[in-house]
């Protein structure tokens, strides 16, 4: 299946994009994502929680359980205002 | 998507208290939060506002909506602006009004609350040493 992954702030510039369609198995997870992204970029070997997730703009749990069509962002700590 | 809760625009705050009032209203609450010149013992140029917008729209328009429901006699406006802002400039504006000001000034004080806990919006400042991430920076769990 197919998923949207988002990333912002501080995290797009880590993952040097914002946007990422992914080919994922079914029942991935924003968890399962995340530790995809930490794989890939030493910056955050060290985080092993993701941080706050969204599915389809709303705060979701990490162990979400993905369908096909989503939308997951990886939201940093928020400092709006 | 339409923006109700998000500009790229200059904040205009007479119009929005305009927008606000009613003629039932005898309190009338603004908040308005300004990029200051400094940060932590850095000196800030400018600030540039980022947003998951499609996100921050909701949860600004769920804020808005919990806290009329939570008191339903006070009429509230909020809007956030986003892109670069220099020191002095109006990032948010949120206007509460009421019969009176005890409902007024605790709208309008919880509502810059909740913002700053859940909108998804981040600042990235900018000062004479570079540019940093407010919070989180990546490298660090703070």
């Known amino acids: 299946m197919q998923i ?4 912002f702030a501080v995290l ?8 990422q369609r992914l080919e994922v198995a079914t029942g991935t997870t924003p968890q399962d994502l995340w530790a995809m992204m930490r794989g890939k970029h030493p910056r955050l070997s060290s985080y092993v929680t993701p941080p706050l997730v969204a599915v389809n703009q709303e705060y979701a749990p990490p162990t979400t359980r993905l369908e096909d ?10 400092s709006g205002g | 998507m339409k923006f109700r809760h998000l500009t790229d625009d200059p904040i205009d705050m007479g119009r929005l208290l305009d927008e606000t009032r009613r003629d039932s209203d005898g309190a009338l609450a603004l908040f308005a939060g300004a990029v200051r010149n400094h940060h932590e013992g850095r000196s800030v140029e400018s600030i540039f506002y980022e947003a998951y917008r499609e996100m921050a729209e ?4 769920r804020i808005v909506e919990e806290l009329k429901s939570e008191h339903s006699e006070v009429s509230l406006t909020v809007i956030h602006r986003l892109g670069l802002l220099r020191v002095g400039e109006i990032s948010i504006a949120i206007v509460a009004t009421s019969s009176h000001r005890a409902e007024a000034f605790e709208v309008c004080r919880e509502a810059i609350e909740r913002i700053k806990r859940s909108v998804p919006i981040w600042k990235k400042e900018r000062s004479p040493d570079g540019e940093t991430w407010v919070g989180w920076q990546g490298e660090n769990r703070s």
């Open chain 1, 4 to 7: 949207r992954l988002l990333c």
């Open chain 1, 12 to 19: 797009e510039e880590i993952a040097g994009t914002r946007e």
């Open chain 1, 69 to 78: 069509g989503d939308e997951v962002a990886f939201i940093p700590p928020v």
């Open chain 2, 58 to 61: 909701k949860e600004l328009a």
